[in-house]
């Protein structure tokens, strides 16, 4: 199924129409994964190796300025659709350990039906669910220099006028976010990730707008996903 036949709900607002000018950038699905298969397998290597301590000189240091606690978080949206996006392996710090994770910018990003969510396991009260939605009806969530570090990301997407295998010191678009001179990278105009579900350590942006934002504290495990 082709990405774009799945739109968010009419209530919603629809994210821009890619101009025809435009279509000729458009990334077949077949060619795509030719593409992408080997990219994959080569990245799982990479991170592979990164946690042996034998390629850490290929990943950069995360933008994300903070330490991370280490703790994955959930993250969904029925869509996300943004421009400028930039794509290159970094490592966060926390305080007792490294975490390899592929780093994901994007300028400007909308996210329709934003759901975030992590579980703590608390003494003599078991799982505890902090969970964040917005976007659900009516405008969408939107970021400004969002900047993500993901372990596993899944969803249907397509990229427009993509390079894949760039200098991820080259890479641009996104202010203040380039990897390490000879690192793997990708850049592509624009991106659209529909069913997106994303498990990752670290978010931060310049800008978090959250129309409709709902945040619960509830017992039991209530995931995004």
Known sequence: MHP????????????PAVPAAAATGRTRWGRLALVMVPVLAVSAALLAATAEGALAASFGVSANSFTVSGRSFQISADTLAGTDFVQYGVVDQGRAASYPEALSGINSADLYDLCQSVVQDLPFVGPVTLRLTSG???????ADRLVVDA???????????????????????????????????EQADTIRIDHLRQQTRSVSA???????????VTSGDRSCF
């Open 136 to 142: 659900t009806d009516g405008p969408p969530a939107h």
């Open 206 to 216: 310049a800008t978090f707008r959250l129309p409709g934002l709902h945040l619960s």
């Open 4 to 15: 774009d036949d799945t739109l968010p709900p009419a209530a919603r607002t629809a994210p």
């Open 151 to 185: 372990h596993d990301l899944r969803g249907d997407a397509v990229f427009h006028h993509i390079n894949i295998g760039q200098d991820a010191s080259t890479v641009s678009g996104v202010p203040g976010v380039q990897g390490p001179p000879g690192g793997f990278g």
